[in-house]
């Protein structure tokens, strides 16, 4: 699930609320609870020392009826629920209470001594002088001294008011921190409109400029710092756009620049290399005019001039190749028969003052779609770089291989090899190491791979020379 702004804004909201509420929730309740316990506490302790004051004669005396009206007039407060009155000796004088059933929890027992606590001798009724004058002639009954304890109270409360006035205000507490919830989560969507609508829809504009629209814009509804921002969003798309414009005219001009460049590059290659046979056949055309040049001579330049006529004719043709090549006429082909064609025809045409032989290797390899006879002058480049970087004697290797649904020539020689800076510029054009040449070739057996959806490697031998490694995609793999 994908968390937006507007989800976290009034969960987030929400939570605050609810913890707040709950936090103030538990604090409350128990300082209420505290607060009620001790004034129930403060008021069952009153009323049982008030009653142990009250029934101190009855209880020297053992008034039974005294004591019972007293425990009565008790029982008739609301939470007490029973009154037990025992004497000095621990036995029970009175034991009365309402017949209602509590929990544990709701029970608050209290117990008081009672006190024999005269003001003075003088201060006694007659009653109590006639029951000490008695008590004298008793031999076991005690005579009671200031201060002497003559009986004791319990008096069992009821904390089942405290308990429900504790339960009341849970419930109200629970009501009210459920409506603050809702207040809290409509006003967390109203602020969650109000600030994450207008983030949002910047953002959006924002990923509708970076995919192309730069006349996305945003209309300004507001005069605050989010109205600020949404003008700042429309000068920074403007200001893209004049950028882009500025950024285009300057990269037409480059490349009106470079192509300029290119184009005085290409004049000089050309310049240079057709002086040199101009001038051959100029000075050959020279010679013929005379009437005095022999006939063996005669024959030596008009040989000279066919042979330039022939570069001429191999320096355009690489030229026109390179400026305007030809799209690839595929049909379905076997790579085998082109090399194959490629090695017969180089091995007839030798002329070369060298000593080279010609090794193949060719595997079995399914027909694939390519133009072959530009796969075949691509070959043939190639063996002639061979050739030009074997010094006097040497070998050249074809071989043709199948893996990974990539069909694979390999070109290698034991000539001098390549140096490691010059391997990333081998394939630029009217780049050469040698004193000759155009520097296309490479170039163009490069477009040639480029062309037919290959790539073109080139490495160093271990035991020294050059190898081209050529991968053209299998087609079988792409039909499937």
């Known amino acids: 699930?994908?968390?937006?702004?507007?989800?976290?804004?009034?969960?987030?909201?929400?939570f605050i609320v609810v913890f707040i509420s709950l936090v103030f929730s538990v604090v409350f309740i128990y300082q209420s609870r505290k607060a009620l316990l001790h004034e129930f506490n403060t008021r069952a302790q009153s009323l049982v020392k008030?009653?142990?004051?009250?029934?101190e004669v009855p209880l020297l005396i053992e008034n039974r009826q005294a004591l019972t009206s007293l425990a009565q007039n008790l029982l008739k407060e609301k939470d007490v629920q029973s009154v037990r009155i025992?004497?000095?000796?621990?036995k029970v004088l009175v034991s009365i209470d309402k017949g209602i059933k509590l929990f544990f929890w709701q029970k608050e027992l209290l117990s008081c001594p009672v006190y024999f606590s005269p003001?003075?001798?003088e201060g006694l009724t007659e009653e109590m002088n006639l029951f000490f004058e008695e008590s004298r002639d008793s031999e076991d009954q005690p005579a009671f001294h200031p201060g002497q304890v003559i009986g004791n109270i319990e008096v069992m409360f009821s904390r089942k008011s405290i308990i429900m006035t504790l339960m009341r205000m849970r419930w109200w507490i629970f009501v009210s921190a459920t409506i603050a919830v809702v207040i809290g989560g409509i006003a967390g969507l109203y602020f969650s409109r109000t600030l994450i609508l207008p983030i949002q829809r910047l953002a959006k504009a924002t990923y509708s400029i970076a995919r192309g629209n730069w006349h996305e814009r945003l209309e300004v509804l507001r005069k605050d710092e989010l109205g600020q921002l949404t003008e700042s969003f429309n000068l920074m798309a403007d200001s893209l756009i004049a950028k882009r414009d500025q950024l285009e005219n300057t990269y037409r001009e480059l490349a009106r620049k470079e192509k300029m460049a290119e184009i005085g590059k290409f004049s000089m290659i050309i310049a240079?290399?057709?002086?040199n046979p101009l001038g051959?056949?100029?000075g050959s055309v020279d010679i013929l005019s005379k009437s005095t040049t022999k006939p063996e001579i005669r024959k030596t330049m008009e040989d000279y001039i066919l042979d330039e006529v022939k570069r001429l004719n191999r320096?355009?043709?690489?030229?026109?190749?390179?400026?305007?090549p030809t799209p690839p006429q595929k049909m379905l082909s076997d790579i085998n028969s082109v090399v194959k064609k490629?090695?017969?025809?180089?091995?007839?045409?030798?002329?070369?003052?060298?000593?080279?032989?010609?090794?193949t290797d060719l595997n079995p390899l399914p027909e694939i779609e390519m133009d072959d006879n530009q796969i075949y002058h691509a070959l043939l480049n190639l063996m002639n770089n061979s050739v030009q970087a074997i010094k006097k004697e040497g070998e050249i290797f074809l071989k043709t291989s199948c893996k990974d649904g990539l069909l694979k020539i390999q070109i290698s020689d034991t000539g001098s090899g390549i140096q490691e800076e010059q391997k990333e510029k081998i394939f630029e054009p009217f780049f050469t190491t040698k004193a000759k040449g155009t520097g296309l070739g490479l170039a163009i057996v490069k477009k040639i791979v480029e062309n037919h959806g290959g790539h073109i490697a080139v490495s160093n031998r271990p035991d020294g020379g050059t190898c081209f490694d050529i991968f053209l995609p299998d087609g079988r793999k792409e039909s499937l």
């Open 86 to 90: 025992f004497n000095q000796n621990n």
């Open 315 to 324: 320096l355009i043709d690489d030229f026109l190749s390179f400026a305007r």
């Open 342 to 359: 490629a090695s017969e025809h180089f091995t007839l045409t030798e002329n070369y003052d060298k000593k080279i032989s010609l090794h």
């Open 272 to 275: 240079h290399e057709l002086k």
């Open 1 to 14: 699930m994908k968390w937006g702004l507007n989800l976290k804004f009034i969960c987030y909201t929400v």
């Open 280 to 282: 051959i056949i100029k």
């Open 119 to 121: 003001e003075d001798e």
């Open 50 to 55: 008030n009653l142990a004051l009250n029934i």
